[in-house]
């Protein structure tokens, strides 16, 4: 059985346009590896996407933006983390910040369990690391890049159901 939840993920982007990736693992399954993800959860009941994004990149980094846009990209997953499956819809935005320290404030216990920290990325360097490590989500290094550029789109990118990551 799946967890079924709505989720709100945010890239967090400095004034240089480095984005921020956590580094993470599943403690329940070693096996897997670790992998750089964005930042991200379920939303709370009468949460918007927004508002759900702004509280997952404060909770989960310690970061607070000055400006948060979208949902830029719209996408569907299911994955097994710690092993319960989960099967949400997640709408990405984009989060603007003046940069810092990785100071996590809310982590749920799992969380601080599988976060070992986390770094700020050059775009230009996102499809080397890519091709390397495992970045979560996985079409990030050719559509962020995209997006900085040509700015953001006037209607959310539906990216569909992506293929399982674990």
Same mark, same amino acid.
């Given at each position: 059985?799946?967890?079924?939840?709505?989720?709100?993920?945010?890239?967090?982007?400095?004034?240089?346009?480095?984005?921020?990736?956590?580094?993470?693992?599943?403690? &329940?399954?070693?096996?897997?590896?670790?992998?750089?993800?964005?930042?991200?959860?379920?939303?709370?009941?009468?949460?918007?996407? &927004?508002?759900?994004?702004?509280?997952?990149?404060?909770?989960?980094?310690?970061?607070?933006?000055?400006?948060?846009?979208?949902?830029?990209?719209?996408?569907?997953?299911?994955?097994?983390?710690?092993?319960?499956?989960?099967?949400?819809?997640?709408?990405?935005?984009?989060?603007?910040?003046?940069?810092?320290?990785?100071?996590?404030?809310?982590?749920?216990?799992?969380?601080?369990?599988?976060?070992?920290?986390?770094?700020?990325?050059?775009?230009?360097?996102?499809?080397?690391?890519?091709?390397?490590?495992?970045?979560?989500?996985?079409?990030?290094?050719?559509?962020?890049?995209?997006?900085? &550029?040509?700015?953001?789109?006037?209607?959310?990118?539906?990216?569909?159901?992506?293929?399982?990551?674990?």
């Amino acid at each position: 059985m799946a967890w079924q939840r709505k989720a709100a993920r945010v890239v967090v982007l400095d004034p240089e346009d480095r984005v921020l990736l956590i580094r993470a693992s599943d403690p &329940a399954d070693p096996a897997k590896g670790r992998w750089w993800e964005i930042p991200g959860g379920g939303m709370e009941p009468g949460e918007s996407s &927004a508002q759900a994004a702004t509280r997952e990149m404060i909770e989960e980094t310690g970061l607070v933006p000055t400006e948060v846009s979208g949902p830029v990209w719209r996408q569907h997953v299911s994955y097994v983390f710690a092993g319960i499956r989960f099967d949400q819809d997640e709408w990405i935005h984009i989060a603007r910040c003046d940069g810092g320290e990785y100071q996590p404030t809310g982590l749920e216990p799992i969380e601080a369990l599988a976060f070992e920290g986390a770094g700020w990325h050059d775009l230009a360097d996102l499809p080397l690391l890519g091709s390397v490590e495992r970045i979560l989500p996985p079409w990030l290094p050719r559509h962020l890049p995209e997006v900085v &550029a040509a700015g953001l789109p006037d209607t959310e990118i539906d990216l569909g159901t992506q293929p399982p990551t674990f």
